[in-house]
């Protein structure tokens, strides 16, 4: 029986093998079936009958372990759009299969930003009290494991920062996670717009980017999010993300749309919009001094930014504009973390396995800090570093590191 999706780009991979050696996946296991070129074959088979999902266990494994970093699609001479054909094969498999139980609760709960700030109220008091340390002696290790990768509590929520006469506005993308657990890193952005003349204005009807929901197969709850976010954003003449993975999905929304009349030309519309905050300031801040801040720091490009929006030189051209800042690059700096969405939580073993080298990458450079531009790398990185015994060297976002340097001008 064969499962029905858009393999359109589908026929543009002419096997020349170039993604193997770019697949993190591959890199672990050195098996065709765990690289891009081989889970192409594979789409190619659901799509056409040769395989059903419904019985076959073994491919339905190959697609899931795929992280979806899109580094393939950066070597791909021919343009295999890698990222979108895994989505829309995702999709089929859930319609064929259902979601597993962790993806239906993972996912219906990052869709609704009062339960997660809810879990983080909650987090903070069992951290204060205790009651987080003691409860941790007895639970699986499954669950000990989404503990320990937890977003961290107690950070302050995002503060709106008002501009006496704003040469310029735009509108931030709060999200979902960063905007539970990362909300002062909007606020910093929010200040170093600041300092530039620009104004971050209210966008009460935006909800999370559903980023999450369409590299887990949920695409009608990607679609239904996309309609809510085009809304609301609608008259914003720029629209800013600081999380990666939500801005590489906001400028795919003319791509989920394009088969819907009344929505596609507005999806399209706000996706050429949009823009990551350290391209928005590499374009319009020229040469400005950030400040000054003497810290050794490493750069992790995350996968959404380098491979999906090729947003590479930007964040490290403003680090550089600090005053007393050693940037220190890292070996296979744009190598995946093992984040990928709730891939650490799905696929904990390669999560892992991807992990551990870039954690000694890092820690080869001696950094002060770790600087990277995505929630879910901050999150794995920070994880990772605590399991060493690192806690002394945090992980910060580049707009983190601007507004500390503007601040102790």
Not at 304 to 315: E, F, N, S, T, Y
Not at 351 to 369: C, G, M, Y
Not at 390 to 401: I, K, S
Request: charged share 20%; proline share 5%; with cysteine.
């Amino acid at each position: 029986m064969s499962t029905v999706f858009d393999t359109t780009g589908l026929e543009r991979c002419i096997h020349c093998g170039l993604c193997l050696e770019a697949c993190p996946t591959y890199q672990i296991t050195h098996l065709e079936t765990e690289s891009p070129r081989g889970r192409l074959h594979l789409m190619g088979a659901i799509a056409d009958g040769r395989i059903d999902v419904r019985a076959s266990d073994a491919t339905v494994v190959h697609l899931d372990r795929c992280l979806a970093c899109r580094a393939c699609e950066a070597v791909c001479p021919s343009g295999v759009p890698y990222g979108r054909l895994i989505e829309e094969t995702r999709a089929g498999i859930a319609q064929a299969r259902g979601t597993t139980p962790l993806g239906r609760v993972l996912l219906w709960s990052v869709s609704r930003p009062w339960l997660l700030r809810a879990m983080a109220a909650l987090l903070s008091v069992s951290d204060r009290t205790g009651l987080r340390r003691l409860v941790r002696r007895f639970l699986s290790p499954g669950l000990r494991r989404l503990d320990a990768l937890a977003p961290p509590v107690g950070r302050p929520a995002y503060r709106p920062v008002r501009v006496a006469s704003p040469r310029s506005s735009v509108a931030l993308v709060l999200g979902c996670v960063m905007r539970a657990s990362y909300g002062d890193v909007h606020t910093a952005t929010a200040r170093v717009l600041a300092h530039l003349g620009t104004e971050v204005i209210d966008t009460p009807g935006q909800t999370c980017c559903g980023a999450l929901h369409a590299h887990a197969g949920d695409k009608a709850e990607a679609v239904r999010l996309a309609k809510q976010n085009i809304a609301a954003f609608e008259r914003a003449e720029v629209v800013l993300v600081n999380a990666a993975g939500c801005g590489a999905h906001l400028k795919s929304y003319a791509h989920l749309l394009e088969d819907r009349p009344n929505w596609a030309e507005r999806a399209s519309g706000l996706a050429s919009r949009v823009r990551d905050v350290s391209e928005y300031l590499a374009a319009t801040s020229a040469d400005e001094d950030f400040g000054e801040l003497p810290i050794r720091v490493t750069y992790q490009d995350p996968c959404h930014l380098a491979h999906a929006q090729g947003i590479r030189a930007q964040p490290r051209a403003l680090l550089s504009r600090v005053r007393g800042l050693e940037l220190v690059e890292m070996a296979d700096a744009d190598v995946c973390c093992g984040s990928a969405g709730y891939y650490n939580l799905a696929q904990p073993e390669y999560a892992d396995r991807l992990l551990e080298p870039k954690i000694d990458a890092i820690l080869a450079t001696r950094p002060n800090a770790v600087v990277t531009a995505n929630p879910g790398c901050m999150l794995q990185i920070a994880a990772g570093l605590r399991t060493r015994g690192r806690t002394d060297v945090p992980v910060l976002h580049v707009v983190e590191v601007l507004d500390r340097a503007l601040l102790a001008r």
